[in-house]
């Protein structure tokens, strides 16, 4: 499956944003998706999965109450919608997905085996 991220930009704090990851290749129902962030300087961070479209949703701390994962399996596009936005939530974005993901690994970037090409979001304060 190849993944291609859009949508990021920059927004003041406070803002929303709404990243887009569209999947080719192979329908997204039966994979695990999610998206991580990176930040100058810091490592690969797990922002939010679900393991299968309508099962449960994952979010680090970090974005909980803010930030919602979500499919249209018609478009067979994932979506990160991202409100109340911080200066710390700036970052590059990748979505990621895997077929064969063990549930104990959502969180785990080296879990996912396929990855889109990032998006950066600026939150200026």
């Known amino acids: 499956v190849q993944l291609q991220a859009y949508g990021g930009g920059l927004v003041q704090a406070g803002g929303s944003l709404r990243l887009s990851c569209a999947a080719s290749?192979?329908?997204?129902?039966?994979?695990?998706m999610a998206w991580f962030r990176q930040a100058p300087g810091k490592e690969r961070e797990f922002v939010a999965a679900n393991r299968r479209s309508g099962q449960t949703e994952y979010y680090s701390d970090s974005v909980k109450g803010r930030f919602t994962i979500s499919r249209d399996n018609a478009k067979n596009t994932v979506y990160l919608q991202m409100n109340s936005l911080k200066p710390e939530d700036t970052a590059v974005y990748y979505c990621?997905?895997?077929?064969?993901?063990?549930?104990?690994?959502?969180?785990?970037?080296?879990?996912?085996?396929?990855w889109g090409q990032g998006t950066q979001v600026t939150v200026s304060s």
């Open positions: 990621a997905a895997d077929r064969n993901l063990i549930l104990g690994n959502i969180r785990q970037s080296d879990a996912y085996a396929y």
């Open positions: 290749g192979r329908t997204i129902t039966t994979y695990a």
